[in-house]
């Protein structure tokens, strides 16, 4: 600042400053090429996402709504979509030492995606508890909350689990 005034850094050191160099094209079509391409760039990331989670909408719908009972096998721990997969099943059996968790409120999200899914099978009070509380729950309080319906020392064999009878909701 010179005099009240703002003087550029060209003027102030005496030296003009250094373009960078110019390969072929004016400055002004780089700078709307760099832009058009992040905005096509964005514009793609975006519409993978949407299908991306358009996908995601779809399996959870399709395990809930399946034909034939479905079953979650749980083993060490599941959070975030993969508490809603499991919150789409008939059936969740869990291992004691299996944890859950709903990590998107520590990234000051809402599980909007998941929420359906979990507000049915567990209830909307539940549902709140797990999402707000924000920590990661055993598998005998997922059990209490109604995410889970079975907690054993060992996850059955997969043939052994389906030929029990299931708690359809």
């Known amino acids: 600042v010179q005099g009240g005034t703002v003087t550029p850094a060209r003027q102030r050191s005496g030296r003009p400053r250094r373009e960078p160099p110019q390969k072929g094209i004016g400055r002004r ?9 992040a905005t096509g760039a964005g514009e793609m990331g975006r519409r993978k996402l949407r299908r991306a989670m358009a996908e995601f909408i779809s399996l959870m719908t399709e395990l809930r ?6 079953m979650a096998l749980v083993e060490g721990g599941a959070s975030g979509g993969g508490v809603g997969l499991l919150g789409s099943c ?3 059996l869990a291992t004691e030492d299996s944890t859950f968790r709903l990590p998107e409120t520590g990234l000051g999200l809402f599980p909007y995606m998941i929420s359906p899914v979990l507000i049915r099978r567990m209830g909307l009070a539940a549902f709140l508890r797990l999402t ?3 920590r990661a729950v055993t598998a005998a309080e997922a059990q209490e909350l109604g995410l889970v319906d079975e907690v054993g020392t060992r996850l059955p064999d997969v043939r052994e689990a389906a030929e029990r009878p299931a708690l359809l909701p």
């Open 29 to 37: 079509g780089m700078v709307e090429d760099r832009k058009r391409s």
């Open 132 to 134: 707000f509380e924000g």
């Open 65 to 70: 709504t399946a034909p034939v009972p479905t």
């Open 90 to 92: 008939h059936w969740v």
